[in-house]
């Protein structure tokens, strides 16, 4: 469960940047929409990496007992 709950943060990391990267790589008319739709993707992948660090931190008090 440990290995899962890590892979799933070392994307949860990494998703943003790749999206961030593609969003600017595609050529798009408002340049307003790129920083929203970039600041979207940040909030949710933090929102994401917080939720699996309480799952982790669930983990670890389940473990011990």
Not at 16 to 26: E, K, L, N, R, S
Not at 56 to 65: A, I, S, V
Request: glycine content about 4%; some cysteine.
């Amino acid at each position: 469960m440990k290995k899962i709950i890590n892979k799933i943060k070392f994307l949860a990391v990494v998703n943003p940047v790749i999206v961030i990267v593609f969003i600017y790589m595609v050529d798009l008319n408002y340049v307003g929409i790129k920083a929203l739709i970039a600041g979207s993707v940040t909030i949710l992948c933090s929102l994401e990496f917080y939720l699996l660090d309480k799952l982790y931190k669930l983990y670890e008090n389940t473990e011990h007992k």
